[in-house]
């Protein structure tokens, strides 16, 4: 069975060069704003031991936040500049909000009795 993650297969940061050659089959490329290649990366950062990629992918796999958000938490993308027209601030705190309840989820109450 094969666990390639999609049509993205990432490799290592840099990696040997051949003369001439820009990019070499299986290094990381240059970035997207896909929900294929964050996930991938994702992926790959959880493999690797980062606990927030873990929790992220997790929470993004559950529908808490979109992928997109979790790209632009771990700094993989950015976020297009406010144009100035219009109202972002709402849609700015609701997202961080669901950010911070990925990250600080609420204590499990014991039952009472």
């Known amino acids: 069975m094969d666990d390639d993650p999609g049509p993205f297969k990432l490799g290592s940061h840099g990696g040997k060069r051949v003369k001439g050659q820009r990019n070499a089959n299986g290094i ?3 970035g997207s704003n ?4 964050i996930e991938a990366r ?3 950062d959880a ?10 992918l997790q929470a993004a796999r559950e529908g808490r936040v979109s992928m997109f958000a979790c790209g632009v938490e771990m700094n993989y993308c950015r976020r297009p500049e406010p144009s100035g027209r219009g109202s972002s601030g709402n849609v700015t705190r609701k997202n961080d909000w669901a950010m911070h309840r ?8 014991a039952p009472i009795g």
Do not use: Q
Not at 48 to 56: E, I, Q, T
Not at 102 to 109: A, E, G, Q
């Open 28 to 30: 990381l490329r240059g």
């Open 34 to 37: 896909s929900r294929a290649y």
């Open 42 to 44: 994702l992926e790959r």
């Open 47 to 56: 493999a690797l031991g980062c606990r927030d990629a873990a929790v992220l």
């Open 102 to 109: 990925v990250f600080n989820p609420r204590p499990v109450k």
